[in-house]
């Protein structure tokens, strides 16, 4: 059974920081790619980072970039995404999604709760 369980969001002040963690369960791990979205309240889902390849190459969105990193460890089968300097609007319930490099199955976890407020 497929799961991908996100966790470590919660209730931070601006200018604080948040690791949001992703246990992956079900599939080999090492031959997907990972990646993070966000949905805020009102808003489409966007992509925040993702991590690729044996080399664990990463893209992130522009606003994100220089205050979010992406990593995974494959021997935990666990993406990380490491957010600093959060702001208001970083505000939205973030997503793990897991894409095969080979085959077009696609996974999505439940998603964890990031609110940013004074």
């Known amino acids: 059974q497929v799961q991908l369980v996100e966790s470590g969001g919660g209730l931070v002040q601006p200018g604080g920081s948040l690791r949001l963690s992703c246990a992956a369960s079900?599939?080999?791990?090492?031959?997907?790619?990972m990646t993070w979205y966000r949905q805020a309240p009102g808003k489409e889902r966007e992509l925040v980072a993702t991590?690729?390849?044996?080399?664990?190459?990463?893209n992130y969105a522009d606003p994100v970039k220089g205050r979010f990193t992406i990593s995974r460890d494959n021997a935990k089968n666990t993406v990380y995404l490491q957010m600093n300097s959060l702001k208001p609007e970083d505000t939205a319930v973030y997503y793990c999604?897991?894409?095969?490099?080979?085959?077009?199955?696609?996974?999505w976890g439940q998603g964890t709760q990031v609110t940013v407020s004074s």
């Open positions: 999604n897991a894409q095969s490099v080979w085959t077009n199955r696609n996974y």
């Open positions: 079900g599939f080999t791990f090492d031959s997907y790619a």
């Open positions: 991590i690729r390849g044996a080399r664990g190459n990463t």
